[in-house]
């Protein structure tokens, strides 16, 4: 039996309340990453709420200067509703969103795929292809200042004189002048690998590493350990065209992707931790990649609730 249908005011709610949720440093994406999966009209509802949001703030000084001089308060009385919204949802907004507009705060844009890959092109031409449940969060609206706050996107960034991306992954900041690259973001990990150009790879606490185009770095996150190792160009963001391709990858980065492409919640025995991978699984296979990565491993998979965990061969 499937569950009643929430109300467009109930999900309306929900949306502004996520879309201030997002915006804390402490966001939990994975359960508005939940979220949005449960029913299309989540996402369509976020979309709209932050288009609103948007709005509001590029409206922010006329809606300033009215509240200084009191012009709203002796306004001719209009009974004809807005045309592209709603009496009840311009209350909400005015309550949960245009107040803080107000104080002329640039809003973060926050991007976000679901089950499929979403491509998106920001301002200065600079493209963005998203995988699955992944977000991008452009802070202050400021497409020169990115945010990937979880899962893997592809960068495509022409050459401008003076302009410099600036992508924040975890605890480090990937710098770019004029490239294509990718970053991969696990709890464990983070991942940049170049096709095309030089990037910067700044960790928090320590010096700077240039990737090369053909190079790839992979960052032990919260151990300081970074290494360089070769990687194809045309391997770089291979899920593009459906492949996951791995050359002595970390098993905790190669069941984050599968965690990521399947949507299911995917963990490693203790013992299988340090094992690398290296070989392509195809995304096609869907659920079947756990089997494809077990054979080719020789370990074994198995279901764990509603998911699925790996542990040495002969374990049940």
Same mark, same amino acid.
């Given at each position: 039996?499937?569950?009643?249908?929430?109300?467009?005011?109930?999900?309306?709610?929900?949306?502004?309340?996520?879309?201030?949720?997002?915006?804390?440093?402490?966001?939990?994406?994975?359960?508005?990453?939940?979220?949005?999966?449960?029913?299309?009209?989540?996402?369509?509802?976020?979309?709209?709420?932050?288009?609103?949001?948007?709005?509001?703030?590029?409206?922010?000084?006329?809606?300033?200067?009215?509240?200084?001089?009191?012009?709203?308060?002796?306004?001719?009385?209009?009974?004809?509703?807005?045309?592209?919204?709603?009496?009840s949802i311009a209350a909400a907004l005015a309550a949960a969103i245009a107040l803080p507009m107000l104080t002329k705060t640039?809003?973060?844009?926050?991007?976000?795929?679901?089950?499929?890959?979403?491509?998106?092109?920001?301002?200065?031409?600079?493209?963005?292809?998203?995988?699955?449940?992944?977000?991008?969060?452009?802070?202050?609206?400021?497409?020169?200042?990115?945010?990937?706050?979880?899962?893997?996107?592809?960068?495509?960034?022409?050459?401008?004189?003076?302009?410099?991306?600036?992508?924040?992954?975890?605890?480090?900041?990937?710098?770019?002048?004029?490239?294509?690259?990718?970053?991969?973001?696990?709890?464990?990990?983070?991942?940049?690998?170049?096709?095309?150009?030089?990037?910067?790879?700044?960790?928090?606490?320590?010096?700077?590493?240039?990737?090369?185009?053909?190079?790839?770095?992979?960052?032990?996150?919260?151990?300081?350990?970074?290494?360089?190792?070769?990687?194809?160009?045309?391997?770089?963001?291979?899920? +593009? #065209?459906?492949?996951? $391709?791995? *050359?002595? %990858?970390?098993?905790?980065?190669?069941?984050? @992707? /599968?965690?990521?492409?399947?949507?299911?919640?995917?963990?490693?025995?203790?013992?299988?931790?340090? +094992? #690398?991978?290296?070989? $392509?699984? *195809?995304? %096609?296979?869907?659920?079947?990649?756990?089997? @494809? /990565?077990?054979?080719?491993?020789?370990?074994?998979?198995?279901?764990?609730?509603?998911?699925?965990?790996?542990?040495?061969?002969?374990?049940?």
């Open positions: 039996m499937s569950a009643p249908r929430q109300s467009d005011d109930d999900v309306f709610d929900q949306a502004v309340a996520w879309h201030r949720a997002l915006a804390r440093d402490d966001a939990d994406w994975d359960a508005y990453m939940s979220w949005l999966d449960q029913d299309p009209a989540h996402r369509v509802t976020f979309d709209e709420v932050a288009l609103l949001d948007r709005m509001i703030e590029d409206h922010a000084p006329s809606l300033q200067r009215e509240e200084d001089t009191g012009v709203a308060d002796h306004a001719p009385q209009n009974t004809r509703k807005p045309l592209w919204i709603g009496g640039p809003a973060d844009v926050v991007y976000h795929a679901a089950a499929q890959s979403r491509s998106i092109t920001l301002a200065g031409d600079t493209r963005v292809t998203l995988a699955p449940r992944s977000s991008l969060v452009v802070q202050a609206g400021d497409p020169t200042k990115l945010r990937l706050a979880a899962g893997e996107a592809y960068f495509a960034v022409p050459h401008v004189a003076g302009r410099t991306l600036s992508i924040r992954a975890g605890d480090y900041d990937v710098r770019d002048i004029g490239t294509r690259f990718s970053v991969n973001l696990t709890p464990s990990f983070l991942t940049v690998a170049v096709a095309e150009g030089n990037v910067s790879v700044q960790p928090q606490t320590g010096n700077a590493a240039a990737v090369p185009a053909g190079k790839q770095l992979l960052a032990e996150r919260g151990r300081g350990r970074a290494r360089l190792s070769t990687v194809v160009a045309s391997d770089v963001a291979s899920w +593009r #065209r459906g492949r996951l $391709v791995y *050359a002595n %990858a970390p098993l905790d980065v190669v069941v984050a @992707d /599968l965690s990521r492409y399947t949507g299911k919640r995917v963990s490693v025995d203790q013992r299988l931790r340090n +094992r #690398r991978f290296s070989g $392509v699984l *195809a995304i %096609a296979n869907g659920p079947g990649m756990f089997r @494809d /990565l077990a054979e080719l491993m020789s370990i074994s998979s198995r279901p764990d609730g509603a998911g699925v965990r790996f542990v040495p061969v002969g374990e049940r």
